[in-house]
C-alpha cells in the first residue's frame, strides 16, 4: 500500500524510491515526532527484498552515469542543489517535525549546507581532478578516477539530510549510483530528497532509498557482492555489524562513528569564549557525535569557570523545536530519553552531583502530550573510569573534571576509546601547539568549536571511524584510483 501524508504542510511518501519509481512494502512502521510523540506518518518498511530491488536498480543505471561526462553529471548536481535552496523552508520544516532539531539551525545552517554538499562535489569534479603526470625514464604514469558502481549509504537521524548528503553528493559526483538507507527514527528528507532528484533530472536508479530498520535491511544492503563502497554514520556496535557482513565481499567501508570528545580550558584561556562555546555542546540536544562533552578545566578556574557555565546555560530556552526562540528541543525518541536518563540516574546513584539539570524538563510538553525533553545537564563529581565519563551518552549531558597539569589534562582527553574531536581553549599558541600534538583526535579545534570546512579531512580515530571525508577523502573513497604506466618509446606511427 502507498503511504503518502502531510507533514507540516508538505507532502511526504513514506514509500521507497527505486528506479525512479514509488515502491510499498507489505508492512509500515509509524514515524513518531519528537515534539510530542504522535505519529506524523507511516513508512514502508524494507527488507531484502526492496534491498535487492534497490542495488539492482542502481546496477542497471551504473553505466550509463559513469559514462555520463563530467561537466552534465556536475550540472545535474547543481540543479539538485538550487531545488535544495528553492525548499529550504519545507525541508526545515519537516526535518524539525521528523527528528525535533531547532528550526532555527535547518532554516539558517543545516538545509543550506545541505545544497553547499551539491555545489562543493559538483565544482570539485570539474575543478580539482588534475590527473598528476609523472615521468620515469620514458614513461608516463598518469592517475585517473573511475567510478566504482554502487555505494550504499548508511546514515543516522540526528542531523538525516545534512549527513545523507555529505554522502550522496561526492557519490553521484563521482560517477557511482546510490542506494541510501535513512535512519527509520528520521526518514522523511531523504523521500523529499527523491523527489527532487527526479525533478532535477537525474536519470532513474541513479539515486535509490530503501527505508525500514537497519536489522531487516542492513545485510542484505551490506553483504551484496554488486556494492562496490559502502559509507556509513552512526554507532560503533552497527559499525562492528557492517563490517562483518561487507567482510564477505571485501567491500571497501567508510565509517563515522561516535565520540566522546574532550573540552579543555586552561587558565590562560579567554574565559568568556571558554565559556560560551563550552554551553553550545548542549545544541541539538546534545545529540551531536563532535560534541566535547568532558569539560576538563584546569582547578585554578574551576569554580570561576563553573559559576559562569552556571549563568549561561540557565538561561537556554528549552522548548518545541519550530519556535525559533528555542535553544534546546527534545530528544529523538522514548528509547533514547530512557538511555540517557538511565547514564545521569547511575551516575548520581554512584556519587555524582548535578549542578544542573539531572532529568526530564517537565515544565515544556503541552499537557497530555508526550514529554521528550531532557534538562541541560552538567554532572561533577563522577568516578573516575565511570560509564558517564567513558560511553557515549548522545544527549545534553556534560561532565566536568579538574586537572592541574598538561600532562594530566592529556591523559584525561584521551582515556577514551574513542578519537573523533577535542576542544582546546588557551591563550598561550606554544601550549595549543605542544598540547594540540598529544590528542588523539581526528578534529580538533583550538579557541574555536564546530568551524567546519568542506575541503579539510573529518573523521575520527581509534573506535570513532575508519577513514575521513571531506574534499578529496570523500571523492577518492567512491572512486578506483587508477594508475596507467605508458611506455612513450612503442608507439607505432604511420
Ligand atoms: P545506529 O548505528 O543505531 O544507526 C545508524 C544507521 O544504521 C541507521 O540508519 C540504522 O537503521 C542503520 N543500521 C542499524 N543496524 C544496522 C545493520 N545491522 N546493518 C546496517 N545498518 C544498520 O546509530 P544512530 O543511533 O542512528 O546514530 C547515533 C550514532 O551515530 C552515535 O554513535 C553518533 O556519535 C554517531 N554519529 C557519528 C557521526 C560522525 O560523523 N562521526 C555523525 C553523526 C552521528
Given at each position: 500500500m502507498h503511504t503518502t501524508k502531510e507533514v507540516a504542510g508538505v507532502s511526504v511518501s513514506g514509500d521507497h524510491w527505486i528506479g525512479g519509481q514509488r515502491v510499498a512494502s507489505s508492512s509500515a512502521f509509524e514515524d513518531v515526532s519528537?515534539?510530542?510523540?504522535?505519529?506524523?506518518a507511516h513508512i514502508a518498511r524494507g527488507g531484502p527484498v526492496e534491498a535487492a530491488m534497490a542495488i539492482a536498480a542502481a546496477e542497471q543505471a551504473f553505466p550509463q552515469w559513469a559514462a555520463t561526462p563530467p561537466a552534465e553529471r556536475a550540472r545535474l548536481l547543481h540543479r539538485v542543489a538550487d531545488l535544495v535552496e528553492e525548499r529550504i523552508e519545507q525541508l526545515a520544516i519537516v526535518e524539525t517535525t521528523d527528528n525535533g532539531a531547532l528550526l532555527r539551525s535547518h532554516l539558517r545552517g543545516v538545509m543550506p549546507r545541505v545544497a553547499h554538499n551539491f555545489r562543493f562535489f559538483a565544482d570539485y569534479l570539474v575543478n580539482?581532478?588534475?590527473?598528476p603526470e609523472f615521468d620515469t625514464r620514458g614513461h608516463t604514469n598518469r592517475v585517473s578516477w573511475d567510478p566504482s558502481g554502487v555505494a550504499v549509504l548508511i546514515t543516522p537521524w540526528n542531523a538525516p539530510l545534512m549527513l545523507a548528503t555529505w554522502k550522496v553528493a561526492p557519490a553521484l559526483a563521482a560517477g557511482c549510483t546510490v542506494v541510501l538507507k535513512p535512519a527509520e527514527w528520521s526518514p522523511l528528507t531523504a523521500s523529499l530528497l527523491a523527489d527532487i532528484t527526479a525533478e532535477a533530472g537525474?536519470?532513474?536508479?541513479v539515486f535509490n532509498v530503501v527505508q525500514g530498520y537497519g536489522e531487516d535491511v542492513g545485510d542484505a544492503l551490506t553483504g551484496d557482492?554488486?556494492?562496490s563502497r559502502i559509507s556509513f554514520t552512526g554507532s560503533v556496535p552497527t559499525a562492528r555489524l557492517i563490517a562483518m557482513s561487507a567482510a564477505a565481499n571485501l567491500t571497501p567501508c567508510s565509517f563515522e562513528l561516535g565520540g566522546k570528545s574532550p573540552f579543555i580550558v586552561f587558565a590562560d584561556a579567554d574565559m568568556d569564549s571558554a565559556v560560551a562555546n563550552a554551553v553550545e555542546q548542549y545544541d541539538n540536544a546534545g545529540q551531536v557525535?563532535?560534541?566535547?562533552v568532558r569539560l576538563l578545566v584546569q582547578s585554578s578556574v574551576h569554580d570561576e569557570f563553573v559559576a559562569r557555565f552556571v549563568a549561561r546555560a540557565s538561561a537556554l530556552r528549552q522548548g518545541?523545536?519550530?519556535?525559533?526562540?528555542?535553544?534546546v528541543g527534545p530528544q529523538i525518541s522514548r528509547e533514547h530519553f530512557d538511555r540517557i536518563d538511565g547514564f545521569v540516574q547511575r551516575a548520581l546513584a554512584s556519587g555524582a552531583e548535578a549542578v544542573i539539570g539531572g532529568g526530564?524538563?517537565?515544565?515544556?510538553?503541552?499537557?497530555g502530550r508526550g514529554n521528550l525533553y531532557y534538562q541541560p545537564t552538567l554532572l561533577t563529581g563522577?568516578?573516575?573510569?565511570s560509564e558517564v565519563l567513558t560511553?557515549?551518552?548522545?544527549?545534553p549531558v556534560l561532565t566536568i573534571s579538574t586537572f592541574d597539569t598538561e600532562d594530566e589534562a592529556v591523559a584525561l582527553a584521551n582515556g577514551?576509546?574513542?578519537?573523533l574531536a577535542g576542544v582546546l581553549f588557551t591563550g598561550d599558541p606554544d601550549r595549543a601547539t605542544r598540547v594540540g600534538a598529544r590528542l588523539v583526535a581526528g578534529t580538533l579545534w583550538v579557541n574555536c568549536f564546530?568551524?567546519?570546512?568542506?575541503?579539510a579531512p573529518f573523521g575520527g580515530s581509534r573506535h570513532s571511524g575508519v577513514g575521513r571525508e571531506g574534499g578529496s577523502w570523500s571523492f577518492d573513497f567512491y572512486c578506483d584510483v587508477k594508475n596507467t604506466c605508458t611506455n612513450n618509446d612503442r608507439w607505432i606511427t604511420p
Amino acid at each position: 500500500m502507498h503511504t503518502t501524508k502531510e507533514v507540516a504542510g508538505v507532502s511526504v511518501s513514506g514509500d521507497h524510491w527505486i528506479g525512479g519509481q514509488r515502491v510499498a512494502s507489505s508492512s509500515a512502521f509509524e514515524d513518531v515526532s519528537p515534539i510530542d510523540e504522535t505519529v506524523i506518518a507511516h513508512i514502508a518498511r524494507g527488507g531484502p527484498v526492496e534491498a535487492a530491488m534497490a542495488i539492482a536498480a542502481a546496477e542497471q543505471a551504473f553505466p550509463q552515469w559513469a559514462a555520463t561526462p563530467p561537466a552534465e553529471r556536475a550540472r545535474l548536481l547543481h540543479r539538485v542543489a538550487d531545488l535544495v535552496e528553492e525548499r529550504i523552508e519545507q525541508l526545515a520544516i519537516v526535518e524539525t517535525t521528523d527528528n525535533g532539531a531547532l528550526l532555527r539551525s535547518h532554516l539558517r545552517g543545516v538545509m543550506p549546507r545541505v545544497a553547499h554538499n551539491f555545489r562543493f562535489f559538483a565544482d570539485y569534479l570539474v575543478n580539482d581532478l588534475h590527473h598528476p603526470e609523472f615521468d620515469t625514464r620514458g614513461h608516463t604514469n598518469r592517475v585517473s578516477w573511475d567510478p566504482s558502481g554502487v555505494a550504499v549509504l548508511i546514515t543516522p537521524w540526528n542531523a538525516p539530510l545534512m549527513l545523507a548528503t555529505w554522502k550522496v553528493a561526492p557519490a553521484l559526483a563521482a560517477g557511482c549510483t546510490v542506494v541510501l538507507k535513512p535512519a527509520e527514527w528520521s526518514p522523511l528528507t531523504a523521500s523529499l530528497l527523491a523527489d527532487i532528484t527526479a525533478e532535477a533530472g537525474l536519470p532513474p536508479g541513479v539515486f535509490n532509498v530503501v527505508q525500514g530498520y537497519g536489522e531487516d535491511v542492513g545485510d542484505a544492503l551490506t553483504g551484496d557482492p554488486h556494492v562496490s563502497r559502502i559509507s556509513f554514520t552512526g554507532s560503533v556496535p552497527t559499525a562492528r555489524l557492517i563490517a562483518m557482513s561487507a567482510a564477505a565481499n571485501l567491500t571497501p567501508c567508510s565509517f563515522e562513528l561516535g565520540g566522546k570528545s574532550p573540552f579543555i580550558v586552561f587558565a590562560d584561556a579567554d574565559m568568556d569564549s571558554a565559556v560560551a562555546n563550552a554551553v553550545e555542546q548542549y545544541d541539538n540536544a546534545g545529540q551531536v557525535c563532535l560534541a566535547g562533552v568532558r569539560l576538563l578545566v584546569q582547578s585554578s578556574v574551576h569554580d570561576e569557570f563553573v559559576a559562569r557555565f552556571v549563568a549561561r546555560a540557565s538561561a537556554l530556552r528549552q522548548g518545541d523545536p519550530r519556535d525559533l526562540a528555542t535553544d534546546v528541543g527534545p530528544q529523538i525518541s522514548r528509547e533514547h530519553f530512557d538511555r540517557i536518563d538511565g547514564f545521569v540516574q547511575r551516575a548520581l546513584a554512584s556519587g555524582a552531583e548535578a549542578v544542573i539539570g539531572g532529568g526530564p524538563n517537565v515544565d515544556v510538553a503541552a499537557p497530555g502530550r508526550g514529554n521528550l525533553y531532557y534538562q541541560p545537564t552538567l554532572l561533577t563529581g563522577a568516578r573516575p573510569g565511570s560509564e558517564v565519563l567513558t560511553d557515549e551518552v548522545f544527549g545534553p549531558v556534560l561532565t566536568i573534571s579538574t586537572f592541574d597539569t598538561e600532562d594530566e589534562a592529556v591523559a584525561l582527553a584521551n582515556g577514551t576509546e574513542f578519537g573523533l574531536a577535542g576542544v582546546l581553549f588557551t591563550g598561550d599558541p606554544d601550549r595549543a601547539t605542544r598540547v594540540g600534538a598529544r590528542l588523539v583526535a581526528g578534529t580538533l579545534w583550538v579557541n574555536c568549536f564546530f568551524v567546519r570546512d568542506l575541503r579539510a579531512p573529518f573523521g575520527g580515530s581509534r573506535h570513532s571511524g575508519v577513514g575521513r571525508e571531506g574534499g578529496s577523502w570523500s571523492f577518492d573513497f567512491y572512486c578506483d584510483v587508477k594508475n596507467t604506466c605508458t611506455n612513450n618509446d612503442r608507439w607505432i606511427t604511420p
